[in-house]
């Protein structure tokens, strides 16, 4: 873990570990929603202890793999070239250049670094020495500008110790980089550019253009170096096929200070309004400001974000929840409105995933929605360009409707691996995780949940109720009437869980009547009924003309709706139908072998066994349903489907799963702390911690290294912001039900709601005080247990916390 110290904005290593180096990368990753650059050292290269990796969002290409005698597609996120190369060594006026710097030289006597996580600067210190006690200093700031999306820069600063002479300065842009930064992908095809050219503009800028072998995106980086003081240094170019160079030569004296920028843009095919690429990235960084201005603008663009998303919780908490919400602007910024792109599960900060889009949005739209709606829109707006896929991809499988890809990147393709590889056993085993079809009601409920929180009425009755109709669609085909028991059932699925993927010995993979995706789906279909009719006329007829809805349709959900089948076993809600025949696994027996079992499917696989034989999950599935839903709802979607769901059963159905799972992804402990917060709240606070820390502390064995859990990220924020509020936005009123832990009883939120700018909560001694800034909009409506309030524009109310 970082020192902490007495800075909560503030993100500082002590020392250097080129053991910790890749999880301090990711950690310290700088990006503006158009571009992450992981936190590298600018002095290395690819190595076992680094990783530079720079991702521009929506950026994916195609590559075929031999992998097992079988060739396998794959769409990667693409890392593109690397713009931090910036080399030194001194040159004593008295004797030889020495060696090239860097912190894995036995000349670095002194490290640190620190990230400033309200400015989204990285400064790195080091001190070298060498055998005749020559000390040099160096600092570096590092900024990619959270203002403009297209620019990064660095300024490295040389302090010279004891000797005389110049520090000689290699700095520029490297091609000759692959997607090599996840181990076990290392056996598949890995070089994404081709077409490199090289150039110079000028004395001081250089530029690298290539594009993407498949899809034919084309890229370039420009760099700018210039030194302070400048008169008399001159850069020396120095270009080849897959990289381009400059060099100087900075005189310093014992105490004197030289200080070199180094300017880069960044531009793809994708952008609009440009000439090309190379065009476009060597006239803006011809044209960017001086580094200090660029620092300016950068700082006062981060603390504008900063105010539309402000969260303040004490403590160590607070320090990890600000850095956590760093990364999340980082990826989904203000720039990301104006890009097709979706949410990618690891971030733009490395390569697990292979950047890919899941169901991750779940966990992070709704954090989204009430401070960056705009936001929100732009990443729905993702999923509604990719309708047409979905619903091609219901055809092929004799569906109506949409079917949404598990993975999706860049044409909405289902791009889940066929293969995947068990690190432990060496073996490459079939992957069925595509039949997650709850995907579809993940999209569903965030077309919900954004327009119940912004109002945007014209998007949920357009564009969103477009894919929610579809998705109900697909649900109503996929759900097949069973006269035996009188209900609907939806067969052949992998729900949440994702470890049970078949039955033992069954020929075809699935499980049925996944409870967590039948009852969405009957939530889906009731959401989809309430649209039918609450669309205005023209809306209606429009929109059913245009996806051909037919009026028996609705009626058909409706029935469905009412009649789909969860399945129960000894007073609990059943993962799936038959999940009680299973086996019960020996829980503290595997912990005495193997300690860490967050993944006992590849455990169990390697010993020549599978997860399939057991009751026992990697997360949270039934429980989801206690995540997505408050009480009340979700009593009244199943109340609808003829099923008793009272406190018992559903307090009897959280202890039963929670003895049963073993946390194999990062989502698991933020889902358990969210429901024991309502369940049992004294053990809600061991699962919130371990949300918490999952990232920092890399607790999933060096997942982390490869990138951000984005999703675990997002939904740490919200269990402050909705989980421990019981903050719902519904009938267009706030409606909130607080449930505060013992360890995080004092926290507050700005929250942007509908066209309510700024409206503050804050939980303290009991109280919740609501703040709701000067405007001409009407009250904002509060309800809060049994009592409802109107809060003027203007005014602020405190109100007594309900018993409980």
């Known amino acids: 873990m970082p020192t902490a110290g007495n800075r909560p904005w503030t993100w500082s290593y002590e020392g250097y570990d080129a053991a910790a180096e890749r999880l301090r990368e990711t950690l310290c990753a700088l990006g503006n929603g158009y571009f ?111 203002g403009d999306p297209h620019l990064a820069a660095l300024r490295t600063a040389f302090t010279a110790e004891g000797w005389a002479g110049a520090v000689e300065v290699e700095a520029g842009i490297d091609g000759a980089v692959r997607n090599a930064g996840v181990a076990r992908y290392r056996g598949l095809a890995d070089q994404h550019l081709r077409g490199w050219e090289t150039g110079a503009e000028g004395a001081d800028t250089v530029w690298l253009s290539c594009h993407t072998s498949d899809s034919d995106i084309h890229v370039a980086l420009a760099g700018r170096l210039r030194a302070t003081p400048g008169r008399g240094v001159v850069p020396r170019t120095r270009l080849t096929v897959l990289r381009a160079f400059h060099t100087v030569v900075l005189p310093v004296t014992s105490g004197s200070t030289a200080v070199v920028d180094k300017t880069v843009a960044l531009y793809t095919s994708r952008d609009p309004a440009i000439d090309s690429p190379r065009h476009a990235a060597v006239t803006h960084v011809v044209q960017a400001p001086h580094f200090r201005q660029l620092m300016a603008s950068h700082r006062r663009a981060w603390e504008n974000l900063w105010r539309q998303a402000k969260l303040e919780v004490p403590g160590e908490a607070g320090r990890i929840l600000r850095l956590h919400l760093f990364h999340v602007l980082q990826t989904l910024s203000p720039h990301t409105a104006e890009l097709d792109v979706g949410v990618p599960a690891r971030g733009l900060h490395g390569e697990a995933y292979r950047g890919h889009v899941f169901w991750d949005e779940l966990f992070v739209l709704p954090f989204l929605n009430l401070h960056l709606p705009e936001v929100s829109r732009a990443l729905l707006e993702y999923r509604y360009r990719r309708l047409p896929a979905a619903c091609h991809a219901a055809r092929e499988e004799g569906r109506a409707g949409a079917m949404y890809p598990w993975q999706s990147a860049g044409d909405g393709r289902e791009e889940t691996q066929q293969l995947h590889l068990n690190p432990r056993s060496g073996r490459w085993l079939p992957d069925h995780s595509h039949l997650q079809h709850h995907v579809g009601s993940a999209i569903a409920y965030n077309v919900w949940q954004y327009g119940q929180a912004s109002g945007d009425t014209e998007f949920l009755q357009t564009r969103g109720a477009e894919m929610l109709l579809q998705i109900a669609r697909f649900w109503a085909s996929a759900a097949v009437w069973d006269p035996d028991l009188g209900r609907y059932r939806i067969r052949g699925v992998v729900g949440p869980d994702e470890y049970h993927d078949g039955y033992p010995g069954a020929a075809e993979p699935g499980v049925d009547d996944n409870a967590y995706t039948n009852v969405t789906a009957a939530w889906v279909l009731l959401r989809a009924l309430d649209l039918c009719r609450t669309l205005p006329e023209a809306h209606q007829r429009q929109l059913f003309e245009q996806i051909q809805l037919t009026p028996d349709e609705p009626e058909r959900w409706d029935d469905i709706a009412g009649r789909l089948h969860v399945p129960y076993h000894r007073g609990v809600i059943s993962q799936f139908a038959g999940y009680e025949e299973l086996a019960e696994l020996d829980w503290d027996g595997y912990r005495r072998r193997y300690g860490d079992i967050r993944r006992l499917d590849r455990i169990l696989e390697a010993e020549g066994d599978t997860v399939n034989h057991y009751q026992a999950s990697k997360q949270a599935d039934v429980l989801m349903l206690g995540y997505l839903f408050s009480p009340a709802e979700l009593g009244s979607v199943f109340r609808r489907l003829g099923y008793p769901l009272d406190d018992d059963i559903w307090h009897a159905t959280v202890d039963y799963y929670l003895h049963r799972t073993s946390h194999g992804s990062t989502l698991s402990a933020l889902v358990h702390a969210w429901v024991l917060a309502r369940v049992h709240r004294p053990d809600a606070w061991t699962y919130c911690e371990e949300a918490l820390t999952g990232d920092v502390a890399d607790l999933h064995g060096g997942s982390t290294t490869e990138g951000i859990h984005l999703g675990a990220m997002a939904g740490t924020l919200d269990l402050v912001q909705r989980g421990l509020t019981g903050l719902e936005t519904r009938e267009q009123a706030l409606w909130l039900d607080p449930a505060p832990l013992s360890e995080l009883s004092t926290f507050g939120v700005r929250i942007r709601y509908r066209r309510h700018w700024d409206v503050d909560l804050r939980i303290r001694d009991e109280q919740v005080r609501i703040a709701v800034p000067e405007s001409e909009q009407a009250a904002v409506r509060v309800r809060l247990g049994e009592r409802s309030f109107s809060i003027a524009p203007g005014t602020t109310r405190r109100l007594d916390l309900p018993d409980g």
Request: glycine share 8%; aromatic share 8%.
């Open 36 to 146: 992450v650059t992981r936190g590298a050292a600018s002095e290395v290269l690819v190595g076992p202890e680094h990783y530079p990796g720079t991702y521009a969002a929506g950026c994916y290409n195609r590559l075929t793999s031999n992998v097992s005698g079988r060739p396998i597609d794959n769409e990667d996120m693409v890392n593109l070239p690397n713009w931090l190369p910036l080399r030194y060594r001194i040159r004593p006026a008295d004797a030889p250049p020495g060696p090239w710097l860097s912190p894995d030289h036995p000349h670095l006597t002194e490290h640190r670094q620190a990230l400033d996580l309200r400015h989204g600067v990285l400064t790195r210190w080091s001190v070298y020495e060498d055998e005749a006690g020559r000390r040099l200093g160096v600092e570096q700031r590092r900024l990619v500008h959270m």
